[in-house]
């Protein structure tokens, strides 16, 4: 999801980062007090409307609900095992409903907005310290992405299973290093 910026010229894509984040949370948390199937509902079609708005293709709708479709299943059936077909169906429909109004609202966010302007938001409101945790967490993750597929292609280039399990202790010590040389920068420039 992070770092997943869809750049397209839209009203969305130019509404500033705080204005998206502050309707994001009040849509958020709306639908945690009133968590009933009309209004989330009509979130889920407001949330899914917008993805036009901004000039996504519906290839960007499906990403941005598929992760949370997996967990919508296995929350519904934990609720329908528990409490049987009809309590559990309308117990779930809370639950399940903020899960994908709130997955479809944050890709929305993301999609929409640039990972640099969320991390100066976060400067702003938390300070620079933040801003730079979030600019750097950011950053890390194409680069752990980039690491495991290197051990994996390496292992593979020796003719072994590259699995994640295999790979792991390689991909941390790769990690471990790279968090090092980052540190002695960062305390190299009294940060």
């Known amino acids: 999801m992070i770092g997943s910026y ?45 993805f036009p708005v901004a000039r996504l293709r519906p290839v960007h709708l499906w990403r941005a609900l598929r992760p949370a479709l997996l ?7 934990f609720y329908l095992i528990s409490q049987g077909v009809s309590d559990g169906a309308r117990a779930a429909v809370g639950p399940v409903g ?8 944050g890709n929305l ?31 890390s993750i194409p680069t752990v992405i980039a690491v495991v597929r290197q051990s994996r292609e390496a292992a ?20 471990i290093r790279d968090a090092d040389l980052l540190g002695e920068a960062l305390a190299a420039r009294g940060l």
């Open 156 to 175: 593979w280039a020796r003719g072994q299973r590259a699995s994640l399990v295999r790979v792991l202790p390689t991909v941390l010590v790769r990690l």
């Open 71 to 77: 967990f919508a299943v296995v929350l519904t059936a």
């Open 6 to 50: 869809v750049p397209r010229e839209s009203s969305l894509h130019r509404t500033p980062a705080a204005v998206k984040l502050v309707a994001m949370l009040v849509l958020v948390t709306f639908l945690a007090v009133v968590p009933r199937p009309i209004p989330l509902a009509v979130a889920a079609c407001v949330v899914a409307a917008l």
């Open 109 to 139: 966010l993301i999609f929409t907005t640039r990972a640099s302007d969320l991390a100066a938001l976060a400067g702003r409101v938390l300070g620079w310290r933040v801003e730079l945790l979030v600019a750097l967490t950011i950053r």
């Open 98 to 105: 903020q899960l994908v109004v709130g997955v479809l609202a």
